[in-house]
């Protein structure tokens, strides 16, 4: 099941959990970003793979963002999907994560293709994936901070 909100749907969403204010706040680096995606973390089912990717302005504001969510085993990972989100919302750069259920925050040589492949796509784009995030219970994975990309 794929969540889709822009800006005007995302208030609204919000306004239901007020604690979620994360459209408010200029993600610029690897703790700005663990929090923004912790929010929506912690209103997803654990025991499932989510996806969530936000899309980002100039400035750092998340200008788009949706959720996919997936089984015990994994999530789709759309990248058709996120291409034409970037494109249409003419993002600058895209910071993607999901979680592993299993409680294991390495990444899998499968999330590493994946994260190699869109990075490449979104260059030929002039859009810059600036990370890609991975949550198991308490732990988060960055792939910058790993030399992942």
Request: with cysteine; hydrophobic share 40%; proline share 3%.
């Given at each position: 099941?794929?969540?889709d909100f822009?800006?005007?749907?995302?208030s609204?969403?919000l306004?239901?959990?007020?604690r979620?204010d994360?459209?408010?706040?200029?993600?610029?680096?690897?703790?700005?970003?663990?929090?923004?995606?912790?929010d929506?973390?912690l209103?997803?089912?654990?025991?499932l793979?989510?996806?969530?990717?936000?899309?980002?302005d100039p400035l750092?504001?998340c200008?788009h963002f949706?959720q996919?969510?997936?089984d015990?085993?994994?999530?789709d990972?759309?990248?058709a999907?996120?291409?034409?989100?970037?494109i249409?919302c003419?993002a600058?750069?895209?910071?993607?994560?999901?979680?592993?259920?299993?409680?294991?925050?390495?990444?899998?040589?499968s999330d590493?293709?994946?994260?190699r492949k869109?990075?490449?796509?979104?260059d030929?784009?002039?859009?810059r994936?600036l990370?890609?995030?991975?949550?198991?219970g308490?732990d988060?994975?960055?792939?910058?901070?790993?030399?992942?990309l």
């Amino acid at each position: 099941m794929v969540r889709d909100f822009r800006y005007a749907d995302v208030s609204e969403y919000l306004d239901t959990f007020s604690r979620l204010d994360s459209f408010s706040r200029r993600v610029t680096g690897f703790r700005a970003a663990r929090l923004f995606f912790t929010d929506w973390l912690l209103f997803s089912d654990p025991t499932l793979e989510h996806l969530w990717v936000a899309h980002f302005d100039p400035l750092g504001r998340c200008i788009h963002f949706n959720q996919t969510d997936g089984d015990a085993i994994g999530v789709d990972l759309p990248i058709a999907d996120i291409v034409a989100d970037t494109i249409a919302c003419r993002a600058v750069g895209v910071v993607i994560a999901h979680n592993h259920p299993s409680g294991d925050a390495r990444p899998s040589e499968s999330d590493c293709r994946f994260t190699r492949k869109l990075g490449t796509v979104l260059d030929g784009l002039d859009c810059r994936l600036l990370d890609h995030l991975i949550f198991a219970g308490c732990d988060c994975t960055s792939f910058r901070a790993a030399g992942l990309l």
